[in-house]
């Protein structure tokens, strides 16, 4: 059964970096496109990023753009994503999912993580 596990969350102040994680099994996970999602305190599910099977083709929210990277190593089942100059806009809990041909929305993610807490605040 498909299972995927995020870590490397916490606290970090405003304009500093983390670097998420996101191990999976299951399934083929190198056959599949991946996206990361979040849920900011009393909001709903916002999608963040995804990238192809092969990892050559990645797409970002535009509140994110130039501050994230995503990335995946297909030799370990991992994806990561790396957030830098972070804000307290950003604050949420993300959960790194499985994603169906077309991708770049919340509609194309068809198994989800248990998700990790990102706290941004001085």
């Known amino acids: 059964q498909v299972q995927l596990v995020e870590s490397g969350g916490g606290m970090v102040q405003p304009g500093g970096s983390l670097r998420l994680s996101c191990a999976a099994s299951?399934?083929?996970?190198?056959?599949?496109?991946m996206s990361w999602v979040r849920q900011a305190p009393g909001k709903g599910l916002e999608w963040v990023s995804d990238i192809n099977s092969g990892g050559g083709a990645t797409y970002y929210e535009d509140s994110v753009k130039g501050r994230f990277t995503i990335s995946r190593d297909n030799a370990k089942n991992t994806l990561s994503l790396q957030m830098n100059s972070l804000e307290p806009e950003d604050t949420a809990v993300y959960y790194c999912a499985k994603t169906l041909y077309g991708g770049s929305s919340l509609s194309a993610c068809d198994y989800w993580g248990q998700g990790t807490q990102v706290t941004v605040s001085s």
């Open positions: 299951g399934f083929t996970f190198s056959s599949f496109a």
